[in-house]
Structure formats: C-alpha cells, structure tokens
C-alpha cells in the first residue's frame, strides 16, 4: 500500500503481517516512518520540521501514519488518509512517544469524563485573536472561550497581574478583606447602579447565589414568594437551579426533579409574564441577550415595560449578564443601553478574560444576606480578582468602548452583505455577540470547513443548525475583522458549491 506523496517524498515502502510503513528522505533530511493504525506501540523518527500531512496526499487507500514533528519531539500524532478530502486528516491529539515526559496524551484524554464531541486538534499557544495548535497551524478565533477572552488570548496587562499577584499574594481566606478584590468591587460599583458585590467562580455559581438572594428577599419582604419567572430558550448554567430556570429544551427532564419555582414566559412578550405572576412571584430573571438561545436581543420597550412591570409588583428586575456584560454589547453592562436599572445582576466570562471570575450584584436594599448565607472558598480571591482589576482597566481605558462599538458595526454590515449575496436571512445582535442567519441547516458543516481550511483555520459556532454566532476579542482588528468575513465567504462557497 504506498503512501506518501512521491513529488515530496521518496518512498520505500514494506509490508509484513503486523506492519505497514515507509521509510522516506526528504532531500536528505532525516527518516519519516509511516505506521498503520493497527500496529499500536511503533514510534517514528522524523525531522521535518513541518506537518507530514501538508507533504502527503496523493495515496488513495485508507490508512493511517503517526508522524512526529521537529517542534514536538516528545509527542507525535496520528493522521488517517480522507477519500473525500485525498488527504490526512489529524486524527488524534498527541500522542506520546514513549518513555516522554509529555503529560498530554490520548491515553489522557480518555481519562477525562466524555462530556462533548471534540474536534482532534490541541492548542497550545494564544496571542489576541490567534490560536495556535500543536503543528503550528494559526486560527483566527471568532469563538474566544464562548464571548469570554473580552481581551483576547494572554493579553499582557492580564499576564502581568496574574504574575505579580501570585508573586505576592495568592490566598489569604475569604474570611479575611484583601485588596485586589476590594479594588475591583469598587469599580464594579462605580460603573454601575448596584452598591455590593459578590465574587463566585462561575456565571452558574454567581445565577445560583442570585436565586438565592432574591429568595431571601422575598422571605425579608415579600411573605416568602420565592418564584422567579425566567423565559423559554434562556440560558443560565450547568447547575441544578440554574438549569431549572433555563428555558433550554428538554432541561425540563434531565436530571429530574428539577428545583421547583422557575415558570417560563416567551421573551418579548410582556402578557406572557403577566400571565405567569401570582402572590408567590418575587422576581423575573432575563439575558438583555439570549445568546446561548440564539442571540435573541430583549426589545428595548419590553425591557423597560419589564420593569415598569416588576416595580409595580413588588418584585425584582434581574439581569444575567455573564455572557452580554463587560462591554460584550457594546456597553460596560448591556443594561445600559436600554436605559432601565435592574435590582440584581450577575456578571461572568469577559469579567476574568479567560480566568475563572464571576460575580453577583445588588442594589443595597437587595444584598440581604445574612452572615452564613452565602460563602465559598475562592470568593474573591486576590490572585483571580487583581486579575478581574486589569481587565475592568483595560475594557474602561478611553477609546476602547468605541473601538468596540466601531467594529461591532463593521461586523454587522459585513454580515449583512454576505447575507444578502447568499441568500440568507440577515443579522442580529448587540455589539459584538452577533449572529448570521443561514437560510439551511449548513452552520456545522461551515464551522468545520472553517475549522479544517489552510493554511490557516478560523474558529466559528453554530448554536443552531441554521445560525452562526460571532464572539470575537473586543479588541479585534479592523484588518482581523475584514479577514474574518473574507474567510467566511470563501467557507461559505465550498460548502455550498
Ligand atoms: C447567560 C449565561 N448565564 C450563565 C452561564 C453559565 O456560566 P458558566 O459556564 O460560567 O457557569 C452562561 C454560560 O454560557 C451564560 O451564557
């Protein structure tokens, strides 16, 4: 079975019962030896320097090579040859050679918990809105962590921080005040209309203490009402609580029973909340932008109808803003550009750029916690919050909102008139958590033709079949902006050609 590009490479090839490989030269450069799947332990020597797959395609049989790369000598990886594609596709993370010091291996990732497909590929290195995986092949990342890395990968002010705290302080016990995280409760409370903060590790840790503190509310203030009307295809964690008050599909029956008191009304339409509300209601919870739903924005009337609505109730205005908050809307807070100020907010994602930071916010006569209510071990923690101080600098510095706000309007007319040269169904979003909507159901096969393009790959999402959702660094590029869509076209007419 020859394998092995013969304009590139000049092969030998052999065969016996267990093994299939090649040994080749490439202009006198050192051996590559090609293996068969089958044939497990065998290692290679190769000295490349770049990916073999670039080198090797013309083969038509199915088979495998594992090939190691001169910037990887501890590790090798594993290719299968593609019909459709007439070329090797990266089949595996890194393997291993063995007796390395490599601590990534597939025998390691199948010790990690199966909990979602993921492509076969392994990053190893950041900068701003570049990835770059473990045989140097750059990807212009239009996902960042899910709308978290506001600042891109490893920005330097959020390195520096985490350097120069952990040199200093890292963990003293909740128990005790410190001044990173005072710091940054200050500036969260300055730029916003809420007095007291509480700093969680997770948008769902932060949801979770917010549904505990309007149910305290409602025990202080309201006869104990503790329900809290959340909306259809809303999205609010991972945990018990939180997906009880999510309105994904089918949540309703995982993990039953679900924590009780979490009725759905359908977002913008205000007689659908209405209809939900009785004498145990103590509050209605929304994303200004479902973005896990969809990116569906809240209409600006029904915002502030909302709030009219929640005011005359006596009840409570909440704002999950860990995906929309932190200048992702082109506002340091997505309420604020509907000109109403609610009475809870939970923050999350861009609030840490990439580091495990979260936060719930109150009005003063809301924060009724009482001593033992409400703890954990890394509240504010100063290693994590001087962190959250560098980033809350860097997204308030002048300019930067309006550099946000500049190329989120960009994105938005680029995706417009790919639209409407494709046929689909336009644009929505709120700054720069954008979505294109495809007119069919092609949104995967996009995101991985994106993925697998060459030389460079960019990374994209598709929460629906038919939706493509953008959630770029706020400090994007205009040139990064306009590759982007370049890249996007190009994609576009190679899976629909
Ligand atoms: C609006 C919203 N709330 C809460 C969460 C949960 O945050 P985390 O994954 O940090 O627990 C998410 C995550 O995507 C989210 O988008």
């Given at each position: 079975?020859p394998?092995?590009?013969?304009?590139?490479?000049?092969c030998?090839?052999?065969h016996?019962?267990?093994r299939?490989?090649?040994?080749?030269?490439?202009?006198?450069?050192?051996?590559?030896?090609?293996?068969?799947?089958?044939?497990?332990p065998?290692?290679?020597?190769?000295?490349?320097?770049r990916?073999?797959?670039q080198?090797?395609?013309a083969?038509?049989?199915?088979?495998?090579v594992?090939?190691?790369?001169?910037?990887?000598p501890?590790?090798?990886?594993?290719?299968e040859?593609?019909?459709?594609?007439?070329?090797?596709?990266s089949?595996?993370?890194?393997?291993?050679?063995?007796?390395?010091a490599?601590?990534?291996?597939s025998a390691d990732?199948?010790?990690?918990?199966?909990?979602?497909?993921?492509?076969p590929?392994?990053?190893?290195r950041?900068?701003?809105?570049?990835l770059?995986?473990?045989?140097?092949k750059?990807y212009?990342?239009?996902?960042q962590?899910?709308?978290?890395n506001?600042?891109?990968?490893?920005?330097?002010?959020?390195v520096k921080?985490?350097?120069d705290?952990a040199?200093?302080?890292?963990?003293?016990?909740?128990?005790?005040?410190?001044?990173p995280?005072t710091?940054?409760?200050?500036?969260l409370t300055?730029?916003?209309?809420?007095?007291?903060?509480?700093?969680?590790?997770s948008?769902a840790?932060?949801?979770e203490g917010?549904?505990?503190?309007?149910?305290?509310?409602?025990q202080k203030n309201?006869?104990?009402?503790?329900?809290?009307?959340t909306?259809?295809?809303?999205?609010?964690g991972?945990?018990?609580?939180?997906?009880?008050?999510?309105?994904?599909?089918?949540?309703?029956?995982?993990?039953?029973?679900?924590?009780?008191?979490?009725p759905k009304?359908e977002?913008?339409?205000?007689?659908?909340?209405?209809?939900l509300i009785?004498?145990?209601?103590?509050?209605?919870?929304l994303?200004p932008?479902?973005?896990e739903?969809?990116?569906?924005?809240?209409?600006?009337?029904?915002?502030?109808?909302?709030r009219?609505?929640?005011?005359?109730?006596?009840?409570?205005?909440i704002?999950?803003?860990?995906?929309?908050g932190?200048g992702?809307?082109?506002?340091?807070?997505?309420?604020?550009?509907y000109?109403?100020?609610p009475?809870i907010?939970?923050?999350g994602?861009?609030?840490g750029?990439?580091?495990?930071?979260?936060?719930?916010?109150a009005r003063?006569?809301?924060?009724?916690?009482?001593?033992?209510?409400?703890?954990?071990?890394?509240?504010?923690?100063p290693?994590i919050?001087?962190?959250?101080?560098?980033?809350?600098d860097?997204?308030t510095a002048?300019g930067f909102?309006?550099?946000?706000?500049l190329?989120?309007?960009?994105?938005?007319?680029?995706?417009?008139?790919?639209?409407?040269?494709?046929?689909?169904k336009?644009?929505r979003?709120?700054?720069?958590?954008?979505?294109?909507?495809l007119d069919?159901?092609?949104?995967?096969?996009i995101?991985?033709a994106?993925?697998?393009?060459?030389p460079e790959?960019?990374?994209?999402?598709?929460?629906?079949?038919?939706?493509l959702?953008?959630?770029?660094a706020?400090n994007i590029?205009?040139?990064?902006?306009?590759?982007?869509?370049?890249?996007l076209?190009?994609v576009i007419?190679k899976?629909?050609?």
């Amino acid at each position: 079975m020859p394998i092995g590009n013969k304009k590139s490479l000049q092969c030998t090839h052999a065969h016996d019962s267990k093994r299939l490989f090649a040994q080749s030269t490439v202009a006198g450069r050192p051996r590559i030896v090609f293996q068969s799947v089958a044939d497990q332990p065998m290692m290679m020597e190769t000295d490349i320097g770049r990916p073999v797959r670039q080198r090797v395609g013309a083969g038509k049989n199915r088979c495998s090579v594992i090939v190691r790369f001169s910037h990887r000598p501890d590790s090798c990886r594993e290719f299968e040859y593609n019909e459709n594609l007439s070329r090797f596709i990266s089949k595996l993370p890194c393997l291993p050679l063995k007796g390395s010091a490599m601590s990534f291996s597939s025998a390691d990732a199948q010790s990690l918990m199966e909990i979602t497909a993921r492509p076969p590929m392994y990053f190893v290195r950041g900068e701003g809105s570049w990835l770059t995986d473990d045989t140097g092949k750059r990807y212009l990342d239009c996902i960042q962590g899910w709308a978290v890395n506001c600042l891109g990968h490893c920005p330097p002010q959020l390195v520096k921080a985490l350097n120069d705290q952990a040199a200093t302080l890292i963990n003293p016990s909740p128990a005790f005040f410190n001044e990173p995280s005072t710091a940054l409760a200050k500036r969260l409370t300055d730029a916003s209309c809420f007095d007291r903060v509480f700093f969680t590790n997770s948008g769902a840790e932060a949801n979770e203490g917010v549904i505990k503190l309007a149910r305290k509310w409602g025990q202080k203030n309201k006869g104990g009402a503790y329900k809290i009307i959340t909306f259809n295809h809303s999205f609010h964690g991972r945990t018990l609580a939180t997906m009880s008050a999510s309105g994904k599909a089918g949540w309703d029956t995982k993990f039953a029973p679900q924590v009780e008191g979490f009725p759905k009304a359908e977002l913008n339409d205000l007689a659908s909340v209405k209809a939900l509300i009785d004498d145990q209601t103590v509050a209605v919870m929304l994303e200004p932008v479902q973005g896990e739903g969809g990116v569906i924005p809240a209409d600006m009337a029904f915002m502030k109808a909302l709030r009219e609505l929640t005011r005359e109730n006596n009840m409570l205005l909440i704002v999950d803003e860990v995906q929309t908050g932190m200048g992702r809307c082109g506002e340091l807070f997505a309420y604020q550009a509907y000109g109403i100020e609610p009475d809870i907010m939970s923050l999350g994602k861009g609030i840490g750029s990439g580091i495990p930071l979260a936060a719930m916010l109150a009005r003063e006569e809301v924060a009724c916690f009482e001593h033992g209510d409400q703890g954990g071990t890394y509240n504010g923690n100063p290693l994590i919050t001087a962190g959250g101080v560098a980033v809350f600098d860097a997204l308030t510095a002048p300019g930067f909102m309006e550099s946000v706000r500049l190329r989120s309007e960009q994105l938005s007319q680029g995706l417009l008139a790919l639209s409407e040269k494709w046929g689909m169904k336009g644009e929505r979003g709120m700054g720069l958590l954008r979505a294109l909507i495809l007119d069919k159901d092609d949104g995967p096969a996009i995101v991985d033709a994106a993925r697998d393009r060459g030389p460079e790959g960019m990374l994209l999402n598709a929460p629906r079949p038919n939706l493509l959702r953008f959630m770029t660094a706020l400090n994007i590029t205009e040139d990064e902006v306009k590759l982007m869509l370049a890249w996007l076209d190009e994609v576009i007419a190679k899976v629909r050609s």
